[in-house]
């Protein structure tokens, strides 16, 4: 069975400073990944998503991720955050159709 | 309205109560989910349907009741809750079929507390 590990439930970075949000995986064949953001009192957007076309994603809002099979890693990353930023982060991996499997999420504080 | 639309978006209930949550997506979507969040804990699938159908059902407790009367309408049924059944409660639909990967669009969410 699939499943991610996130490795940080919290990271707090200031605004301007790159963000850093680790993500490990676990498949029996090469997976699907996604990262989903939730802002406080929203439901869960997708920032991007791995699909085996390409291994650096880029999504919204100028996060990117890098998928390494070596390493079973698809961390998230973005040059510089934002106050906007600030919100939980949930890895994810698909388990086929219609079965998504969520990390535990990480909560990003930006601070000014 | 666009998107995944949730209500009510908070609900408060006693435990002898019924009560139901509504989705309604506009994407024209052919799959929709009910999810449970939990404080501290992953998202938790409830159900699943497809094409109307349930395909999924995780080893729900039956005071949770789904009801799919149309690809574009998904409801939650509730009644004899209990407090550890406070949570927020997503949905989620996507399009099944054009490959096996297709990202779930979310819904805001029912903030439910049973008292």
């Known amino acids: 069975a699939q499943s991610v590990t996130q490795l940080d439930s919290h990271v707090s970075v200031s605004e301007g400073t790159p963000v850093l949000l680790r993500c490990n995986y676990s498949?029996?064949?090469?997976?699907?990944l996604f990262w989903y953001v939730q802002h406080p009192n929203k439901g869960l957007q997708l920032l991007l998503k791995?699909?085996?076309?390409?291994?650096l994603v880029k999504g919204i809002n100028g996060f990117e991720a890098e998928f390494k099979k070596s390493e079973t890693s698809f961390h998230l990353t973005k040059p510089s955050a934002h106050m906007s930023d600030a919100a939980e982060y949930f890895c994810?991996?698909?388990?086929?159709?219609?079965?998504?499997?969520f990390g535990q999420g990480t909560r990003l504080t930006i601070n000014p | 309205e666009t998107g995944v639309t949730q209500t009510p978006r908070h609900l408060v209930m006693g435990m002898t109560n019924k009560k139901s949550l509504k989705c309604e997506q506009h994407?024209?979507?052919?799959?929709m989910y009910w999810y449970k969040q939990s404080a501290k804990k992953p998202l938790e699938l409830m159900f699943v349907?497809?094409?109307?159908?349930?395909?999924e059902n995780n080893s729900v407790p039956s005071r949770f009741s789904p009801e799919c009367p149309n690809s574009s309408h998904l409801f939650l049924h509730l009644h004899t809750l209990q407090p550890e059944d406070s949570a927020l409660y997503l949905c989620?639909?996507?399009?099944?079929?054009?490959?096996?990967?297709?990202?779930?669009?979310f819904g805001p969410g029912t903030r439910l507390t049973v008292l």
């Open positions: 989620a639909s996507s399009q099944e079929g054009l490959s096996l990967y297709n990202e779930q669009f």
């Open positions: 498949s029996s064949y090469s997976p699907s």
């Open positions: 791995y699909t085996s076309a390409a291994t």
């Open positions: 994810v991996v698909s388990q086929g159709a219609q079965k998504l499997v």
């Open positions: 994407l024209g979507h052919n799959a």
């Open positions: 349907y497809s094409l109307e159908e349930r395909v």
